[in-house]
């Protein structure tokens, strides 16, 4: 049994392999590394702080490989005066969880955390650059495959493949690349802000199996051009991020 298991994950891995090409290897700048880096940014419309941040990350774009941004928009500004958009409160709790990773007393905006490891504020440049270099040169400890298929009734099917453990979750990300929006109150009010690897929808899966099939949900209006998949796994106990990668949507 154990053989066949592993057989089927190599097809898996092969069928995998055949047809995806990661939108990191279209992009002609040597890697540094074998490793990759996961940027999580934590941001609001509501925060004054946050466009800085959410500029330096949008210029990650094409800068090295193996990189995955996301920007998750949390909800807890949303009652200063301006609701924000693109956020949700799944994403203030999983900040809140990194805060009880760092034993943070409060949360803030902007944060990033990379690779789940290493947190700062979002406007710091210079040192996201620098942990991103950090981060790519290290080894990963296991490896994850996606396969993505075209979007159906607003559903995009993402075929997983990865080392099934039960220590590690899955978390699968649809990321619209870019957005901008004219903010009418708060402590943006009057300006049109630019938003980069913003989170639209967010799946966390505890105790992945070695290979599956999720879907994610496309939101209504906006072209599957506009957005990228990305998949990783992460230590249940203390956050830390052990493989990741990502895809265009055909």
Wanted: net charge neutral; hydrophobic share 40%; proline share 5%.
């Amino acid at each position: 049994m154990q053989n066949l298991k592993s057989y089927f994950r190599f097809l898996v891995f092969i069928f995998l392999f055949s047809s995806f090409i990661p939108p990191h290897e279209i992009n002609n700048k040597i890697n540094s590394g074998p490793g990759f880096a996961v940027v999580e940014l934590f941001t609001s419309e509501g925060c004054s702080s946050c466009p800085p941040a959410d500029e330096a990350v949008g210029r990650l774009k094409g800068w090295e490989k193996n990189v995955f941004v996301l920007s998750f928009h949390v909800d807890y500004w949303n009652n200063l005066g301006w609701k924000d958009i693109f956020s949700d409160p799944a994403y203030s709790s999983r900040q809140k969880e990194y805060g009880a990773f760092f034993h943070l007393s409060n949360i803030y905006t902007p944060q990033i955390i990379v690779n789940g490891k290493v947190e700062f504020v979002g406007s710091e440049e210079s040192r996201l650059r620098k942990t991103i270099q950090e981060s790519i040169l290290e080894i990963p400890k296991t490896e994850i495959h996606i396969k993505v298929l075209k979007e159906t009734n607003r559903k995009i099917p993402v075929l997983v493949a990865s080392d099934g453990n039960k220590g590690f979750r899955l978390n699968l990300a649809l990321v619209q690349n870019y957005a901008s929006d004219f903010v009418q109150r708060g402590e943006n009010k009057g300006k049109t802000l630019s938003h980069f690897f913003i989170v639209r929808d967010f799946k966390v899966l505890s105790n992945p199996k070695d290979s599956d099939t999720f879907f994610l949900d496309m939101p209504t209006g906006l072209q599957a051009s506009n957005f990228t998949v990305i998949a990783f796994l992460q230590e249940s106990n203390n956050g830390h991020i052990i493989a990741a990668t990502g895809s265009s949507i055909p």
